[in-house]
């Protein structure tokens, strides 16, 4: 009797939940390495996305990313299990409100990024997600850790708008040493708005950001205004940016001839005496090129004194084998600044593959975290040294 009962209470559930929508993936890879995995590793990953139509056009939806990875334990376990890219929203044709591992308003701001995302002003990773732009860790890069953002979005028409905030725990210091003093209570800081309209073949941006400078001891408000234009087949850009130490303006122009796109930038700043920066310009060129089984991307430019260039490229031999080659000379000293690499990958179908890989890193000691080596073409994460790994996708 009792198992009648049960099975027509989950009956009544699943047909209560007949309009909702979830969905189950995930990916696993087994790999060796002997200079950074110290020897055979494995990871995986299980994604799910769950999604319920509201009344009156709205749809809930929330997202979950769970993962496996080897760790240091002298017995076999099942690792460490980590969860990250959580977030829950609520949307329509117009709005969206999200919450959790969220972007910010920058990341959909279109300017002359060169102007405003280099080191002294906005971080480089400031496009991804709040948990790269602000201490997360109270480690002591900053006095505050962020545990979730929440980004507001809306559109009518060419009108675009983007707000975010960051939802920070207080911390304090002593010895170098930052403790939590509240989780439970988080405050939203570091607000930002995006706003952008399209209108033919011109658009214009706006992009405010609070306390999002360290040019000195005290953070910044920054605010940036976007002017582009694409006629003749070519993009281009222009922006002004103005803080309480520094204001300057950016150009850039992208331009197609049949595979190859050319692109330039140049930015000029004019610094207060008091960021103590004696560098006042930035510029940069690049060259792309894709046709057939050939990718090639190069680039150059030098940021305020800090040279950084690339040479990449893949071929696809056809038969499921594509390999990438590159060399980088970056100012980045955490994950860019290395020589060489080349990857061979093999795709076995059904979302199986196999890679093989090896990474020169100039910056390499015993001591080194070198497990995040970015490749510009094709999106390789590299470990540093020789790597195999096959890995899957479900």
């Not at 959580?86 to 060169?114: K, R």
């Not at 234009?229 to 150009?251: E, H, K, N, P, Q």
């Not at 190859?260 to 940069?284: H, I, N, P, R």
């Amino acid at each position: 009797m009792k198992n009648i009962l049960l099975s027509s209470a989950a009956i009544a559930l699943l047909a209560g939940a007949a309009s909702a929508e979830v969905t189950w993936s995930g990916d696993a890879e087994i790999g060796y390495n002997d200079d950074v995995e110290d020897g055979f590793y494995y990871d995986a990953g299980l994604y799910v996305n769950l999604s319920q139509e509201l009344n009156n056009g709205w749809t809930a939806s929330a997202s979950l990313d769970v993962d496996l990875e080897s760790s240091a334990d002298d017995t076999f376990s099942m690792g460490d299990v980590d969860t990250s890219d959580w977030v829950l929203s609520i949307s329509n044709d117009m709005f969206g409100l999200s919450f959790g591992d969220v972007d910010t308003a920058y990341a959909s701001f279109s300017g002359v990024s060169a102007l405003y995302d280099n080191d002294l002003f906005a971080p480089a990773d400031a496009a991804d997600d709040f948990e790269e732009i602000y201490d997360t860790t109270g480690d002591g890069e900053g006095d505050d850790g962020a545990t979730a953002g929440i980004l507001l979005t809306a559109t009518y028409g060419d009108f675009s708008a983007a707000a975010s905030g960051i939802v920070i725990d207080e911390f304090t210091e002593a010895g170098g040493i930052y403790t939590a003093v509240d989780k439970s209570n988080g405050d939203i800081e570091y607000g930002q708005l995006a706003l952008a309209y399209d209108f033919g073949m011109f658009n214009a941006g706006l992009l405010y950001a609070e306390d999002a400078v360290n040019l000195v001891a005290d953070d910044e408000n920054m605010t940036v205004l976007s002017l582009g234009a694409a006629f003749a087949g070519a993009d281009f850009g222009f922006s002004y940016m103005d803080t309480d130490d520094v204001t300057g303006f950016g150009l850039d122009v992208s331009y197609p001839v049949g595979p190859v796109t050319l692109g330039a930038y140049y930015v000029s700043y004019d610094f207060d005496s008091a960021t103590g920066v004696t560098e006042d310009d930035a510029y940069g060129v690049s060259v792309d090129y894709a046709d057939g089984p050939i990718t090639v991307a190069a680039y150059y430019e030098e940021i305020l004194g800090e040279e950084e260039y690339a040479v990449e490229g893949a071929y696809d031999f056809g038969m499921g084998l594509v390999v990438t080659a590159g060399y980088i000379d970056g100012d980045d000293t955490d994950d860019n600044d290395f020589a060489s690499y080349i990857v061979a990958e093999y795709d076995l179908g059904g979302g199986a593959s196999f890679l093989a890989s090896y990474a020169d890193a100039t910056n390499y000691d015993e001591s080194g975290d070198l497990d995040d080596i970015d490749t510009g073409v094709n999106g390789y994460e590299l470990n540093y040294g020789a790597t195999l790994a096959l890995s899957f996708e479900f």
